[in-house]
C-alpha cells in the first residue's frame, strides 16, 4: 500500500475554501484518503455545518483524533505573497490559508496513520477522526454536537489528541495539557443627559464608570495555579455614543474578558466580579457570558505518551502548557482525558501562514510514534 504524503494532503486540502461555514469539499478530500485506509466514514451535519467521523476498529484500545477543517477568512488577499488558498511551495515553506491551523496537523495524523497501517497491516484497536467545520466561527453545530452523538452511540474514546499548532516557534516546544477560561462581561451606567455647562442639571454616568472599571482592571484575582498562569480581565471597549463634545452621555457601556484559571468557574468569577462593583457603591447593569470552562489533563500516562512520542523525534522535552485562547479541546474535555500536539502557531490567522515542510514530516513521525507506543505490537 502507497502511504500518504503529508505535504500534498495538506496542499489538496488548502485548495479547498473552507472559510466557515463553507466546507467546499475539504471533507470529501479527507474521505477519501480515509476511505482508502480503510477507515469507514460517516458525514454528521447540523445546522450548516459538515462534520466527519472516521474509524477504523471497534475493540480494544480507542484513540480519537479531533480537528476542523474550517478556516478563517485570508484577508486582504492581495497583502499574500501567494494567492491563500493555491498552496504554493517556495523557499521549504508551503503557504496557505489553514496550513497550519489545522490542516496540516490533519494531513500528518492519516499520514502517520498511512504509515501505521503499512508497516503493521492493521491497528489493534481503534482509531477515530472526530473532524468539524465549525471551530472558527461559533462551535456551536461541530465538536460539541458529534461528541454527543458519539455519547448516544457508545463509541467514545479512551483517549484524545487534538492536531491544534500547540507550538510558538518550533516544533518540540510545547504540548497543550489544558486551557483557561473565557468569560465576557458587559457593564452599563445610566446618568442623565445635558449640557456641559450645566453640569448639575445633567447626571455624568462616565466617572462612575471609569471608577467600576479601575476597580476591576486593578484587582488582583489570584497568583496562577500549579499549571496554570494567574487570572486576567482586560477592558476591551468603552463607549457612550457621543460625538460631540458639548453634551454629557445619558450612559456609558463598557466591555471586558476574563481569562480564567482552574481557581475558577463562570459562576464564581462573575460573583466575584460583582462584589467588586458593589463594595464602590455605585449602580450598574452587568450581564456576562461564558463559552468556555478552564480545563485540565493532568500528567499522567496520556502525557507521558505524547511527550515521549515529541523528545523521541524532536530530541526536546516539551513543556506542558495551558497558555493560549480556547479550542475545541474545552468540549473534548468533559469525555476524558485529551492533550493537544500540532504544529507552530507562530503565523496562523495572519497574511502568508505557512508550516515549513521539513515540521510536515516531523509532526507525521510523533503522530506515528504515538500510535506504535498507543498501539504496542
Request: charged content about 20%.
Amino acid at each position: 500500500m502507497n502511504t500518504t504524503d503529508p505535504v500534498a494532503l495538506t496542499q489538496d486540502l488548502i485548495r479547498c475554501a473552507s472559510i466557515t461555514p463553507a466546507d467546499a469539499g475539504a471533507q470529501a478530500v479527507l474521505k477519501q484518503a480515509l476511505e482508502r485506509l480503510g477507515f469507514t466514514c460517516r458525514d454528521l451535519p447540523f445546522g450548516n455545518i459538515s462534520n466527519l467521523l472516521a474509524r477504523y476498529g471497534d475493540q480494544g484500545p480507542h484513540l480519537c483524533f479531533c480537528g476542523h477543517t474550517d478556516v478563517v477568512p485570508p484577508g486582504d488577499e492581495n497583502a499574500w505573497s501567494s494567492p491563500p488558498f493555491a498552496a504554493v511551495v517556495r523557499d521549504g515553506k508551503l503557504i496557505g490559508r489553514g496550513s497550519a491551523d489545522m490542516k496540516g496537523n490533519i494531513a500528518c495524523f492519516v499520514a502517520a496513520l498511512s504509515r501505521f497501517i503499512a508497516q503493521h497491516g492493521t491497528i489493534p484497536g481503534s482509531v477515530s477522526l472526530l473532524i468539524t467545520g465549525d471551530e472558527e466561527a461559533d462551535a456551536i453545530n461541530g465538536t460539541v454536537k458529534v461528541l454527543e452523538w458519539m455519547k448516544d452511540h457508545q463509541a467514545l474514546a479512551d483517549v484524545y489528541l487534538v492536531g491544534e499548532p500547540s507550538n510558538p516557534d518550533m516544533l518540540g516546544e510545547e504540548i497543550k495539557i489544558g486551557r483557561r477560561g473565557s468569560l465576557s462581561g458587559r457593564i452599563i451606567v445610566h446618568g442623565t443627559q445635558g449640557h456641559v455647562a450645566y453640569p448639575d442639571r445633567a447626571y455624568n454616568p462616565l466617572p462612575r464608570l471609569i471608577t467600576l472599571l479601575d476597580r476591576l482592571a486593578q484587582h488582583e484575582f489570584d497568583q496562577g495555579t500549579e499549571f496554570f498562569p494567574a487570572t486576567n480581565l482586560e477592558i476591551t471597549s468603552v463607549d457612550v455614543g457621543n460625538k460631540v463634545d458639548n453634551i454629557i452621555p445619558a450612559k456609558g457601556e463598557a466591555r471586558f474578558n476574563v481569562r480564567f484559571n482552574d481557581t475558577w468557574t463562570a459562576g464564581s468569577l462573575e460573583e466575584k466580579i460583582r462584589t467588586i462593583l458593589d463594595n464602590t457603591g455605585y449602580a450598574y447593569e452587568l450581564s456576562t457570558s461564558s463559552n468556555a470552562a478552564a480545563f485540565i489533563t493532568r500528567p499522567g500516562a496520556l502525557t507521558d505518551l505524547v511527550s515521549h512520542a515529541v523528545a523521541k523525534v524532536t530530541g526536546k522535552t516539551p513543556r506542558l502548557s495551558t497558555g493560549g485562547g480556547t479550542s475545541d479541546a474545552r468540549f473534548v474535555a468533559a469525555y476524558g482525558p485529551v492533550v493537544e500536539c500540532g504544529l507552530i502557531n507562530k503565523t496562523i490567522h495572519k497574511v502568508d501562514e505557512h508550516v515549513m515542510i521539513d515540521d510536515l514530516h516531523s509532526l507525521t513521525a510523533i503522530y506515528l510514534q504515538i500510535l506504535e507506543d498507543y498501539f504496542p505490537a
